[in-house]
């Protein structure tokens, strides 16, 4: 079945500091992708997003794009600020389907 | 509306007693889901509807847990005789249809079992 790994966290990192957050996934068929942030105390909002292979999904200085060769989807960011603490969780849902599956998510602890 | 709205924000319940949770999605949007978020984990898929009809309630964790969406709009998940380990967010999504699409996420309900 469908499926999404990420790396376990928590990661934490100094201000301006570069992020890398992996994630991969299995899927039959061609998924699109997604990278959610769960900030403390709300719920999920989108980040961005890729719909085929290539496609670089961009949004708040954060950039992942979709690697069919390496079924993977990494989330990135030059310099990261202490407000972009928060929990990120990656997505994918495949076409004809419903469910969006989610990896477990991976906590982000930026330090001034 | 605007967002997906869901209420009560926070809710503390005695266990054994009966608890509604609910959904008010993006209008327009025919595809809603639960997901409940226990500490620290990932989100946990329950159900889905498309329309008022729920084809996938596989992720429902017993038979003390229901769901219903009237009007293809409001949905309210019903959790009778609550445990303690049935504290945790309970979060409602919509959808458009057509699939490959983002889901919208709800504040989430905070339920708490005590």
């Known amino acids: 079945g469908n499926s999404v790994t990420q790396m376990e966290g928590p990661v934490t990192l100094s201000e301006e500091a570069f992020l890398t957050i992996n994630c991969t996934y299995t899927?039959?068929?061609?998924?699109?992708l997604f990278w959610y942030v769960q900030y403390p105390g709300e719920g999920l909002q989108l980040l961005l997003k890729?719909?085929?292979?290539?496609d670089k999904g961009s949004n708040k200085g954060f950039e992942a794009t979709y690697r069919k060769e390496t079924t993977s989807f990494h989330l990135e960011k030059g310099s990261v600020q202490v407000s972009d603490s928060a929990v990120y969780f990656c997505?994918?849902?495949?076409?004809?389907?419903?469910?969006?599956?989610f990896g477990t998510g991976t906590r982000l602890k930026v330090l001034a | 509306g605007a967002g997906v709205s869901q209420s009560p924000s926070n809710k503390v319940t005695e266990k054994g007693k009966d608890v509604e949770l609910r959904c008010d999605p993006i209008?327009?949007?025919?595809?809603l889901y639960w997901y409940r978020q226990s500490l620290g984990q990932g989100l946990e898929f329950l159900i889905y509807?498309?329309?008022?009809?729920?084809?996938?309630k596989s992720g429902l964790p017993s038979d003390r847990f229901s769901a219903e969406r009237t009007g293809g709009s409001v949905s309210t998940l019903t959790i009778q005789r609550t445990q303690q380990e049935d504290s945790a967010v309970y979060l409602c999504?919509?959808?458009?249809?057509?699939?490959?699409?983002?889901?919208?996420f709800g504040q989430g309900t905070r339920l708490t079992v005590v």
């Open positions: 890729a719909t085929k292979a290539d």
């Open positions: 997505a994918l849902i495949t076409s004809g389907t419903y469910k969006y599956i």
């Open positions: 509807f498309q329309g008022n009809s729920a084809p996938d």
């Open positions: 999504a919509s959808s458009e249809p057509t699939g490959n699409t983002e889901a919208f």
């Open positions: 209008s327009g949007h025919t595809a």
């Open positions: 899927a039959t068929g061609y998924p699109s």
